[in-house]
C-alpha cells in the first residue's frame, strides 16, 4: 500500500517579536523614577519613566525673561519708531530678537515636557536598561518593548527535511499546550 504520511520532527523554536521597539529619552537628564518593570504591558503614551526637569525648568524660565526682555524693547521702539526718534531698522532688529525669544521659549517648554519618557507603542517591557540615577541622553535606550500580536516561530529544519518545504508551505506546531499552523 503506498500513501502520504506527514513528517514529523521535533526541532527548537524560537518565539520572536516581528517589532522591537528601543525607547530612549529625548532629552538629556537624571532619571528620578523609573515607571515600568521587565514584562510589562504598556499602552501608547504610557509613562515609563521621569528625567529631573530642574535643568530645563531653569533654561524655560532664563527664555521666558529673554522673551519678556525682548517683548519690552521692541515696545519701547515702537513708540520711539513713532515719535521719529528711532529708525526702523531698529524696530525690525527688536523685533528679530523678539521672534527668537519666543522660539527659545517654546524649544525649552517642549524640551521640559519631554523629561516625561513615554511608551510609543503598546506593547510589552522585554528589558530596562535604566534605574533610578542614571544619566538619560538621548539616543541611549532606556527601555526595549515587543509587539506581542506581531510574532514569528523561527524554527530550523534540519537540511535532509528541507526538499518537500517551499516558501507558503503550512506546516503544523505544537509549542507548549499550544497547536497550530504556520507558513513558511
Known sequence: ESRRIALQREVPATVLSLDHIA????????????????GDRVTIGQKLASLDPSVL?????????????????????????????????????????AKQASAAVELAETALQRTVVVSPVDGIVEARHVGPGD?????????????????????????????PIQLGTKLSYRLGGQEGSAAV
Open 135 to 163: 544619566l538619560a541622553v538621548p539616543g541611549k535606550p532606556l527601555f526595549a518593548i515587543y509587539d506581542p500580536s506581531r510574532l514569528a516561530l523561527q524554527a530550523q529544519i534540519p537540511l535532509d527535511d528541507r526538499a
Open 23 to 38: 525607547v530612549a529619552a529625548e532629552v538629556e537628564g537624571r532619571v528620578l523614577q523609573v515607571h515600568a518593570e521587565l
Open 57 to 97: 525648568r531653569s533654561r524655560f524660565e532664563s527664555a521666558q525673561a529673554s522673551l519678556e526682555l525682548a517683548e519690552s524693547e521692541r515696545n519701547r521702539l515702537e513708540q520711539l519708531v513713532a515719535e521719529r526718534v528711532a529708525s526702523q531698522r531698529d524696530l525690525d532688529a527688536a523685533n528679530s530678537i
